[in-house]
């Protein structure tokens, strides 16, 4: 490679993209194609997953399709073996697919919860392992993308499972990036806000998603203020992640949508205090609000968009 050749470009490599058959998994399906990529289509919607490599194909690219719901044994592994016996080879994963239950606590059933942690966190997890022992295997290293959410980060009414799911996925991240280090296995997770099908049930985004879908261009508030967009404009960020400039980064998560980039901090103590011989309950409560003033964290994804 050449110093005039963009790093970003990712020819000769293949990359795994899981819930591509819409939304955000498609678009950047779409986007690793177009860089170079020969790419795994995985998704449950057999005719999803089709139209998307037809589509790869037709526009000069390389891809499979691999028909599976991410989370159930046996899925992760038909993608890593679906992308060597293809390509030969696997250089990345973008763990994208997911699925929504939302209810409140009180009215969420296991089956609903089950199924949310299954797919997203389970799901993330077997996908991870199957492309670490691919990429351990071929000595060359690789790049790990976990899909979080601003749900996992602080909370949302009505997404308890979702959010559990989500905050689990960063701190596996955080984990695998010191794991696979010596292996030269790059681990991040991207917090992507966009409109889809999925954020149509949020009464607040409801009627954006509508305009979008009419081929209304979206408020200039709610690209930069909010950091919501397309499907579209998440995927420059897997691209870049994928990529041979990026390999460097790792442990980090990453906020993409609409205008806006961010970079999240990890948890940490806010405030701390000591007390010789411990706190009994008396010291806690006259004290708390002493302690806590202006330190008390918020909670809950901010749903006023206008």
Known sequence: ????????????????????GQGIGKATA???????????VNDVDADAAHSVVTAIC???????????????DGAAEDCVSAAVANFGRLDGLF??????????????????????????????????RAAAR????????????????PAGQSGNFGQGAYAAAKAGIVG????????????KVAVNAIIPTALTRMTATIPAL??????MEQGQPLPENLRAKHGIGTAQDIAPLVVFLASDKARGITGQCIGIGGDRLSLWSHPSEV???????????????DGWQDFSADAVQPIGVPLAFD
Not at 1 to 20: E, F, N, Q, S, W
Not at 30 to 40: K, T
Not at 134 to 142: D, K, L
Not at 172 to 183: G, I, Q, T, V
């Open 134 to 149: 691919q990429f351990r295997a071929q000595g060359e290293g690789g790049s790990l993308i976990y899909a979080a959410s």
């Open 271 to 285: 405030r701390t205090a000591t007390r010789s011989g411990g706190w009994r309950v008396e010291d806690l409560a």
């Open 172 to 183: 596996m991240m955080r984990s695998h990036a010191l794991e696979l280090a010596r292996d």
């Open 95 to 128: 763990a994208n697919a997911g699925v929504l239950r939302d209810s409140v606590l009180w009215k969420t059933e296991d089956d609903a919860f089950d199924l949310v942690i299954a797919t997203h966190l389970r799901g993330t997890f077997q996908c991870a």
């Open 206 to 211: 409801a009627p954006h998603v509508a305009a």
């Open 1 to 20: 490679m050449d110093d005039k050749t963009p790093t970003y470009r990712l020819d000769g490599k293949t990359i795994i993209v899981t819930g591509a």
């Open 30 to 40: 779409l986007a690793l194609a177009h860089s170079g990529a020969a790419v795994i």
């Open 58 to 72: 037709a526009d000069g690219g390389q891809a499979a399709a691999v028909i599976a719901a991410i989370g159930t």
